[in-house]
């Protein structure tokens, strides 16, 4: 079991540049999550996704969008990238929610700076 | 996240030491996890709490949820260089729904 999987784990782009992260997970999980990690702000959620084909708003969306075409996969887009998305994303899953109990499992990061 | 305070925000101590790293929400919270992060990698989870009162270990960490189910602690009795790393509390709190909050993280370093 890989379990929760990220790529690229490095990226710099130039500002108004697009780029897509992929995430995979193999635990068969329905819940799928993006967050990015800024320093003292803790995680927060970006987008997630609650099954196959459906995606829903976090904390933070703008400037982000997501797809989740397979249950495998979570697909976080940026089409125009600013300086402010410089951050650590992170994709988590989880076989139900987190007050049902259900823990999420995080992947390694992806370091994204824009220049 | 402001609804979730962590402290301290760093803290060093010495092999063998025992420490605590505190979590306070002003709101009630309807389950407590606790995840590691060491540097430059993902959050490796340690814990989850949901009930007042409950107490979990695991090896040498033990996590509390108080009473009133609005803080959690974290102690690591006999600290050893391999807890060194950045220790997350994640909170579900109702006006979020079931989505997880957190805490901006504690910093801990263990010198040997």
């Known amino acids: 079991n890989a379990g929760v999987t990220q790529t690229p784990k490095f990226r710099v782009l130039k500002t108004g540049q697009s780029m897509t992260l992929l995430c995979a997970q193999d635990?068969?999980?329905?819940?799928m999550y993006w967050y990015r990690q800024d320093p003292g702000m803790g995680l927060r959620l970006i987008h997630y996704?609650?099954?196959?084909?459906?995606?829903a708003k976090g904390e933070v969306p703008d400037g982000y969008n997501v797809s989740r075409l397979k249950k495998q996969n979570f697909l976080l887009g940026l089409e125009s990238a600013a300086p402010s998305q410089t951050s650590v994303y992170f994709c988590?899953?989880?076989?139900?929610?987190?007050?049902?109990?259900?823990?999420?499992?995080f992947g390694p990061g992806t370091r994204l700076t824009v220049l | 996240s402001q609804e979730l305070e962590q402290s301290p925000q760093s803290l060093i101590v010495q092999e063998g030491k025992n420490l605590t790293i505190n979590c306070t929400s002003s709101?009630?919270?309807?389950?407590l996890y606790w995840y590691k992060q060491k540097y430059g990698e993902g959050l490796i989870f340690l814990m989850m709490?949901?009930?007042?009162?409950e107490e979990k270990s695991h090896e040498k960490i033990t996590a509390k949820l108080d009473e009133k189910k609005q803080q959690s602690s974290l102690h690591i009795t006999a600290s050893q260089p391999s807890h060194a790393g950045i220790y997350l509390c994640g909170a579900v709190v109702m006006e979020y729904g079931n989505k997880l909050v957190f805490g901006a993280g504690t910093i801990l370093r263990v010198k040997s």
């Open positions: 709490l949901q009930k007042g009162g």
């Open positions: 709101k009630t919270l309807y389950g």
């Open positions: 988590a899953s989880s076989y139900g929610t987190s007050g049902a109990g259900y823990t999420q499992y």
């Open positions: 996704s609650v099954g196959e084909g459906t995606t």
């Open positions: 635990m068969n999980h329905e819940y």
